[in-house]
């Protein structure tokens, strides 16, 4: 699987958007960009995927470069039960590999 | 929402005991997985399965671990002779599909097995 590059922590102030980046330079072209995120004692969430042209949820919004090397998730409103540790995931088989993610802080 | 259920929460077992962790998947997913994190430490990859077999394993997937379906709802984990060095949260993933490329895994909230 493709390695990503993410800061490891990241604060942002409650009501603004959080913007968390993430390279992934050496992704090939059937690797999609996973985000999960995992709240303190809870397990990995699920937040949002995409191949190639930006994608929008009820949570997040992903936007992944034209050449693919990175990408940004952005949670339009944050709020302190956004606080946890997002991993940005290049996957191309049925396995998740974890790395340390970045740990967002929301601040009051 | 229909989520992946693990019981117990937590489990206590003394060194060299056999535990079984209890997870109950999302009702129409057909791919199972568990995953543990030590604490402080990565979630790592234990072991995929489908259709009653082993798909994947990992290296710390050894001869002490073994995962089930015994029925139709539930997917365990067993440990056979627990180590100290198995303390460690236990998650439980589901997804509907096989490969993960356009489809989410979906994680309980696991299992805090502490070993004495």
């Known amino acids: 699987d493709a390695k990503t590059t993410q800061p490891t922590s990241m604060d942002c102030a409650e009501g603004r958007a959080a913007n968390l980046p993430c390279n992934h330079s050496t992704i090939s072209g059937n690797e999609y960009v996973y985000w999960y995120r995992q709240i303190h004692s809870q397990g990995p969430q699920y937040i949002i995927h995409g191949l190639k042209n930006n994608e929008t949820n009820e949570m997040a919004s992903l936007i992944i470069t034209e050449d693919r090397k990175s990408s940004t998730l952005i949670l339009p409103h944050a709020t302190l039960r956004d606080t946890a540790v997002y991993y940005c995931?290049?996957?191309?088989?049925?396995?998740?590999?974890f790395g340390k993610g970045t740990r967002l802080h929301i601040l009051p | 929402e229909p989520e992946v259920t693990q019981t117990p929460s937590h489990q206590v077992t003394q060194m060299g005991q056999e535990v079984i962790l209890r997870c109950v998947p999302i009702?129409?997913?057909?791919?199972f997985y568990w995953y543990r994190q030590i604490l402080g430490q990565k979630v790592e990859f234990l072991v995929s399965f489908y259709n009653n077999e082993i798909s994947e394993k990992s290296e710390i997937f050894d001869d002490q671990f073994s995962v089930e379906r015994p029925d139709g709802s539930n997917f365990t984990l067993k440990i056979r002779s627990t180590k100290l060095e198995d303390s460690a949260m236990y998650f439980c993933?589901?997804?509907?599909?096989?490969?993960?490329?356009?489809?989410?895994?979906?994680f309980g909230d696991g299992t805090r097995l502490s070993i004495l």
């Open positions: 993933a589901s997804s509907e599909y096989r490969y993960l490329v356009d489809q989410p895994q979906h």
């Open positions: 995931i290049v996957v191309r088989d049925d396995k998740i590999i």
């Open positions: 009702s129409n997913h057909l791919y």
